[in-house]
């Protein structure tokens, strides 16, 4: 997932993140916060909020990282309500 967030591709990373809960494999902070990030650069600020929202209906932990993506990629999308 962090290869798919330097290369910015954003829907390798979802499938991956799709993927590993299909497999039941642990999803940490980390690999949402790669996620949230490759949607960030990507300017999918739709993608990025769901991940964001996932995290919590899964009980991962949201620290710093994923806070700065998130408001980040509302601003790229312009959604100032949703900040």
Known sequence: VSACEKGEQWVQALLLVREMA???VER???TYNAAVSACDKSEQWVQA???FSEMARFRVERDTITYNEAVSAIEKGEQWVQA
Request: hydrophobic letters at 45%; glycine letters at 0%; aromatic letters at 0%.
């Open 22 to 24: 299909a497999c039941r």
């Open 28 to 30: 940490d902070t980390i």
């Open 49 to 51: 909020l769901q991940l």
